[in-house]
């Protein structure tokens, strides 16, 4: 049961560190946050398990980190009003080709990185996009000022 209490508490210390970093960080990650990721996971598990390696106390953690990420879930689909606070909403950076600094600003977003990805999406200029908005889960939808949505390349698809 010990067990259970600590993989409790590690889950919701998480979901409020990974709600603070923001939209933009988890979507965009440098090497060294990624290593840094990767022993945040080990000192979780360490403090979730103690000392005990056994099989059964890393079920019981993994279990109780599932059973709160599907409790999280469910109450996210059956409360809309909660689905903002637990998983984020949508925000508009770029309204009529004009960039909203004071948006960029609350997500500790850059410039260059709006025009970065911008450019990943097949769009030179600013004016060339009507709304950007990034999304819940770091990622930037853009839709020209044609009309035309312009579509947001993922790491594992080829350009063209």
């Known amino acids: 049961m010990d067990i259970v209490l600590r993989a409790t508490a590690m889950f919701f210390i998480l979901f409020g560190l990974v709600r603070l970093l923001g939209k933009r960080e988890l979507g965009q990650m440098t090497p060294f946050e990624v290593v840094v990721l990767?022993?945040?996971?080990?000192?979780?598990?360490q403090g979730v398990t103690h000392n005990d390696f056994?099989?059964?106390g890393a079920t019981l953690a993994i279990v109780?980190?599932?059973?709160?990420?599907?409790v999280l879930g469910w109450l996210?689909?059956?409360?809309?009003?909660?689905?903002?606070?637990?998983e984020g909403a949508p925000?508009?950076?770029?309204?009529?080709?004009?960039?909203l600094e004071?948006?960029?600003?609350?997500?500790?977003?850059t410039r260059a990185e709006v025009e970065s990805e911008m450019r990943l999406a097949?769009?030179?200029?600013?004016?060339?996009?009507?709304?950007?908005?990034?999304?819940?889960?770091?990622k930037i939808s853009f839709i020209r000022r044609d009309g035309g949505e312009a579509r947001q390349?993922?790491?594992d698809t080829p350009a063209g």
Do not use: C, N
């Not at 990767?38 to 598990?45: E, K, N, R, S």
């Not at 996210?76 to 637990?86: E, G, I, N, Q, V």
């Open 91 to 99: 925000r508009v950076i770029v309204r009529h080709g004009e960039l």
């Open 153 to 155: 390349q993922d790491d």
């Open 76 to 86: 996210a689909y059956r409360f809309p009003r909660l689905k903002t606070a637990l």
């Open 64 to 70: 109780t980190f599932s059973f709160w990420g599907l």
């Open 38 to 45: 990767v022993v945040m996971g080990d000192l979780i598990q």
């Open 122 to 138: 097949g769009i030179a200029r600013m004016t060339d996009v009507d709304w950007a908005i990034l999304e819940p889960q770091g």
């Open 54 to 56: 056994s099989l059964t």
């Open 102 to 109: 004071h948006q960029l600003h609350r997500d500790r977003m």
